[in-house]
């Protein structure tokens, strides 16, 4: 599982540095996006080419309300 490999704490890592206008290209069902530092990101632009994914992705954005 990813998080016996301990990328739930590398993926909160990476993320704690974005600031300003954030793209994630491949964002899939956007389990990334509570990760964003919201105080820091102005605006979070999130795209998957799956529709599925989109659709999970838009849900989870939506949720989180993150500047878009």
Excluded: F, I, K
Aim: no cysteine; glycine share 8%.
């Amino acid at each position: 599982s990813e998080r016996l490999l301990g990328m739930d704490q590398l993926r909160s890592e990476l993320l704690s540095h974005a600031r300003g206008e954030t793209l994630e290209v491949g964002a899939g069902s956007g389990r990334n996006v509570p990760l964003y530092p919201a105080e820091r990101v102005r605006r979070l632009t999130l795209t998957d080419a799956s529709e599925g994914m989109a659709a999970q992705l838009r849900t989870r954005a939506a949720a989180a309300r993150m500047p878009a």
